[in-house]
């Protein structure tokens, strides 16, 4: 079973700032399917990246994710106010199972 | 535009049973795989069961095996969450989810709807 480590557990940044999310898979996966979400309290989590480095429709340009084999990265460019959530990454196996990392606290 | 609904949850006793309902909108859901998702709280996404477009094929995480059934019905448009033999470990935000292609990526989500498990 692969699991997916993230780090750090909460990133403390201001607007403006560069954020930098890691997620570290326990063995080599096929960065197809590597995805990452954005999720705020109470509300419905977002797609923000597939396949490793693919945005989902919509998404700002200032979300970037890019990796492979066990090393996965989501990069936040410029952070605006309503992107401090917690972000997730996740895989898709087989078996088939998914898989989602701890998750990573983007706060002010 | 395209959204997801849930609705069923509430307060039950452990060792009791609910059944949760997510209602699609605005696509053709049964084109689609479908998705339990929960978050128990204080900590992060847990995969639950999955239902692909034909609702004959199903998986479920280790959690779920045994006492969960998930359930779609195409000419109702509803995906479902049969939940058995609750326990407090069960109390959570349960999300449905709609994967959006091969690469396993759920691309729409619902708002969620909470169970507590208590007596």
């Known amino acids: 079973e692969i699991v997916l480590t993230q780090s750090p557990g909460t990133l403390s940044l201001s607007p403006g700032e560069r954020a930098t999310l890691s997620c570290r898979a326990s063995?080599?996966?096929?960065?197809?399917?590597l995805a990452w979400y954005q999720h705020k309290p109470g509300q419905a989590p977002r797609l923000l990246i597939y396949?490793?480095?693919t945005r989902a429709t919509g998404i700002p340009d200032r979300f970037s994710g890019s990796g492979s084999e066990t090393d996965f990265i989501l990069t936040i460019t410029r952070l605006e106010p309503e992107d401090f959530a917690v972000y997730y990454c996740?895989?898709?196996?087989?078996?088939?199972?998914?898989?989602f990392g701890q998750g990573t606290k983007v706060e002010i | 535009q395209v959204s997801l609904t849930e609705s069923g949850g509430g307060v039950v006793q452990p060792g009791r049973s609910l059944r949760l309902s997510c209602a699609p909108f605005g696509f053709s859901f049964r084109t689609y795989d479908m998705h339990w998702v929960r978050q128990v709280p204080g900590k992060g996404l847990e995969w639950m069961a999955s239902?692909?477009?034909?609702?004959?094929?199903?998986y479920y995480a280790a959690s779920a095996r045994g006492r969960f059934i998930i359930l779609r019905d195409n000419s109702k448009s509803s995906l479902y969450l049969q939940m058995n033999s609750l326990t407090a470990g069960d109390t959570a935000v349960y999300y449905c989810?709609?994967?959006?292609?091969?690469?396993?990526?759920?691309?729409?989500w619902g708002q969620g709807t909470l169970v507590t498990v208590s007596s």
């Open positions: 063995q080599t996966i096929s960065s197809i399917y």
């Open positions: 996740q895989h898709y196996g087989s078996s088939p199972t998914w898989t």
């Open positions: 396949g490793a480095s």
């Open positions: 989810a709609r994967q959006g292609g091969d690469t396993g990526a759920f691309d729409l």
């Open positions: 239902i692909w477009r034909d609702g004959n094929t199903k």
